[in-house]
Each structure stands twice: as structure tokens, then as C-alpha cells.
């Protein structure tokens, strides 16, 4: 009698011998109640937005690489980034961000900052970096152009004062910030290398302000809300 009770001990500790292991993946920092068939692979996971989106992902032994990701809430196989518009390129930010995705040449997670907050953040042409892309407190950056401050310039336009809330990372001119959603938005900014024209009309029209360093509230400048186009003068 004390067999079969450690015998059915056993059992519930390790499970069935017939359940399958779930197979690895970035996907598992931001999903859950994950569960896997022969051929099925079922989860819940995690949405840029914060929401939570029942997903599954048929045939995933034919998955190579990291085998599954999370896309906006959807199982996917991993493919190479470089063939694949959809897909992210590598870089040390996985390590701290997670829900990455990659749309139309800009790349999106949500990343922790220094104090443990995940953090929404986007890369605009991060296909230029030539070096790692990092976590920096929050933000996806080009590791190598921080650093030495090689290349063009960056600005970085937050929807919130003191560099709070979504933020976008620019490294050339944008005559209309709208289609990103972002006109109208923008309260701080992250200069990284050069002067930059904030103009509250599209193609630089209107009334606009120069930048040369950061700004944590452009209210000082009577600016907060109103950019509208972006653009570097040197």
C-alpha cells in the first residue's frame, strides 16, 4: 500500500508521462497558461497595449531558431529578421524588453527602465544601426551611435513630460509625425546629436522651435502638444 501511494505521489509531481514539453521561446516572457499538443502549441500572451490575447500556433516542430515568438499577441515562428519585414533583429535589448515587433522599418517593445517599469518604446530605422541595439533606462537605442555619437543624430519625441509614457526615435526628417500618431503629442525630447526644428504644422510650416539639447516639457517653449513636423537644420 505505501508503494502505490508513492507511486501516485510521483505522478502528480512530475505530471503525466504522455504531457508534452512546451517548447522553448522568446515567447514565453510574456505569455501564459501555456500549454502544448503533438502538433498544437496554445497560450495566452501579452499585447503591446497590455492586453491579453488567447492564441495558438498549429505544426510548431517545423518552428527553427529561437522557435516561437510572441507577436502582438500572436504565437509565430521565428524567422531571420533580415527576410522578413515582420520579424526583430537581435541585440542585447531582449534581455530586459520584451513584446517585440517589428513594423513598416521600425522596431517596438516594452522595456524595463532602472526602476524595474516596463516602459513602451520604439526605434524608427533601427535596419541603419551598425552595432548593438540596447535597452538604455527604457529606450531602444543604437548602442554604438550612443556611445560615439557617429552618424546622423537622433531625437527622441515622448507623449509625455520628463521623458515619459510612448516614445519614437527619429534619425532623419519627418514633414508629418500624424501618420505615426504622434502630432500633437509630443511634450519632451531626447536631442542625441545635432539641432533639430519642432514646427507645429506639417513640412516644417507654421510656427517652429529649435533643439539642440534635451527638454523635459516643452511647456517652457509653449510647445507641449503642438509638433507636428520634425526636422535636423545642422
Known amino acids: ?5 508513492a507511486v501516485f505521489a510521483i505522478l502528480i509531481a512530475t505530471g503525466p508521462a504522455w504531457a508534452e514539453a512546451v517548447p522553448p521561446g522568446s515567447y514565453q516572457r510574456s505569455c501564459r497558461d501555456i500549454d502544448a499538443s503533438s502538433s498544437t502549441l496554445w497560450a495566452t500572451c501579452r499585447t ?3 492586453r491579453w490575447r488567447d492564441t495558438s500556433l498549429d505544426n510548431y516542430g517545423d518552428c527553427d531558431g529561437d522557435i516561437i515568438i510572441n507577436n502582438n499577441g500572436q504565437l509565430e515562428c521565428q524567422r531571420d529578421w533580415r527576410d522578413d519585414e515582420d520579424d ?5 535589448y531582449q534581455r530586459t524588453c520584451r513584446d517585440e515587433h517589428v513594423e513598416r522599418g521600425t522596431l517596438t517593445a516594452e522595456c524595463q527602465d532602472r526602476n524595474g517599469r516596463w516602459r513602451y518604446t520604439e526605434l524608427n530605422g533601427f535596419r541603419t544601426c551598425r552595432g548593438d541595439i540596447a535597452n538604455n533606462d527604457g529606450m ?3 548602442r554604438r551611435e550612443q556611445r560615439f555619437n557617429h552618424g546622423p543624430g537622433r531625437i527622441v519625441l515622448y507623449k509625455n513630460t520628463i521623458f515619459g509614457g510612448r516614445s519614437r526615435t527619429y534619425a532623419s526628417d519627418i514633414p508629418n509625425l500624424n501618420p ?3 502630432g500633437n503629442t509630443v511634450s519632451s525630447v531626447v536631442v542625441q546629436g545635432g539641432v533639430w526644428q519642432l514646427c507645429d504644422r506639417p513640412n516644417y510650416r507654421g510656427f517652429c522651435v529649435t533643439i539642440d539639447r534635451s527638454q523635459t516639457n516643452l511647456w517652457a517653449f509653449g510647445f507641449n502638444d503642438r509638433t ?3 526636422r535636423r537644420i545642422r
Open 1 to 5: 500500500m505505501k508503494l502505490i501511494f
Open 88 to 92: 526583430f533583429p537581435p541585440g542585447s
Open 48 to 50: 503591446p497595449s497590455g
Open 180 to 182: 505615426d500618431e504622434f
Open 140 to 142: 531602444l537605442q543604437c
Open 228 to 230: 507636428e513636423s520634425v
